[in-house]
């Protein structure tokens, strides 16, 4: 596709994408059939000179899964996952969807259509009872009260699927037990690769800690990390990602946040110059003090800032819940407490910077040969020429 058709085609579905909220991406070669594909339309609307400065990975595998249908001769309609209008007028042979739609979607489907749900998270019941949890411990920690963030609605999509592919591990994919359905598992990609840190000063990193990650502070195990660090004043914590500036968590750790040891910085962002950054500076700068990631979430899919944190060669210190593949070389943590957050910090700090330097080389080597643009691809076109037998 040269230059002026991508600028032409971004801008036909700007149009069709506002007026009917739907993007049509058309076969290549010879049509076979059609796709309803419910998932995110942004980014078949950005033209050549445009680009997201968020660097979440789901819209560049949002547009991949399309583009691999597209590839093998389907023509791909695309709708918003929370689009709750669209009627589909077509004899759609599959349709994927990433949270809610099935249900709603498959009376207007034709029978013979595959229905696949495309997973992103762990099960929305397991992850409201997560959230309940982690802050029913707060209460009973420290007396302190706040509101659920992370509530999803629940979900019937996998009783409706014919298919369950997508993100997580084995701890993930349990959480989709009970509608006893196989699930093929798709690693998540990266938004950005880097070279390994060789010159990283490990005898200093080791006294500074990275905690990375997306909104819901408590479901997401934040409280826990700076209560930690407020009881060891000798390390430092980094921490990136909007959870820290949440009001009522800002409230309630507003002391501990303004000690000298913790360090506040905003969700990441990928400039004009497809360079990372963290508010005046840039994700490698940042990293380039840490040696390790400390994030004790209580539910995920794949955690996309953990994946990313690995590319930058710091050593993950996380739980099953983090979606992460059992084989990948990290340390788990299954008891997520203050105490036993202490006594890893503890151990990392006085541990050889010779150790530590050879286990960031197996992180960062381990992320560079799991979870890469190419291996998300590979492993959904194995999907679709495997599985659903495209």
Not at 69 to 95: S, W
Not at 109 to 126: Q, W
Not at 129 to 137: G, I, Q, S
Request: charged share 25%; hydrophobic share 40%.
């Amino acid at each position: 596709m040269n230059f002026l058709t991508k600028i032409t085609s971004a801008y036909y579905n700007k149009i069709t994408n506002k007026l009917f909220g739907v993007i049509h991406l058309p076969a290549t070669g010879k049509k076979k059939g059609e796709i309803l594909l419910s998932y995110l339309t942004e980014p078949f609307t950005c033209t050549p000179r445009e680009c997201f400065s968020d660097p979440h990975t789901n819209k560049w595998e949002c547009a991949e899964i399309a583009r691999l249908f597209a590839r093998r001769g389907y023509a791909v309609n695309i709708i918003n996952f929370n689009n709750i209008k669209f009627i589909p007028q077509k004899k759609y042979v599959v349709c994927v969807d990433i949270a809610q739609n099935l249900e709603r979607l498959t009376k207007y489907l034709p029978r013979d259509c595959k229905k696949v749900m495309h997973i992103t998270s762990a099960y929305s019941e397991f992850q409201n009872a997560a959230e309940t949890r982690r802050l029913d411990e707060l209460k009973g920690r420290k007396n302190i009260s706040l509101k659920s963030r992370r509530t999803e609605i629940v979900s019937n999509n996998p009783k409706y699927a014919d298919f369950l592919g997508g993100l997580g591990n084995k701890t993930i994919h349990a959480t989709y037990a009970q509608f006893k359905k196989q699930i093929y598992p798709i690693p998540i990609s990266v938004a950005q690769e880097f070279d390994f840190p060789e010159d990283k000063d490990f005898a200093r990193a080791r006294k500074h800690f990275l905690w990375f990650g997306g909104g819901g502070a408590i479901l997401k195990g934040l409280d826990l990390v700076i209560e930690t660090f407020a009881e060891l004043p000798d390390l430092q914590l980094h921490i990136i990602g909007p959870a820290a500036f949440e009001k009522e968590f800002e409230k309630e750790y507003a002391r501990e946040l303004t000690l000298t040891n913790i360090h506040r910085y905003p969700r990441p962002r990928i400039n004009t110059n497809r360079i990372m950054t963290v508010g005046d500076t840039s994700f490698l700068e940042i990293t380039s003090k840490c040696a390790a990631l400390i994030y004790p979430s209580a539910s995920e899919g794949t955690s996309g800032a953990v994946v990313q944190a690995m590319h930058a060669g710091i050593i993950p210190f996380i739980t099953k819940e983090t979606g992460i593949a059992e084989d990948a070389p990290v340390v788990i943590c299954d008891s997520p407490t203050v105490e036993s957050i202490r006594d890893f910090a503890k151990q990392i700090a006085t541990m050889n910077p010779t150790i530590l330097y050879k286990q960031a080389h197996k992180v960062w080597n381990y992320a560079r040969t799991h979870h890469t643009q190419k291996t998300f691809s590979e492993a959904y076109a194995h999907f679709i020429d495997n599985i659903l037998c495209l």
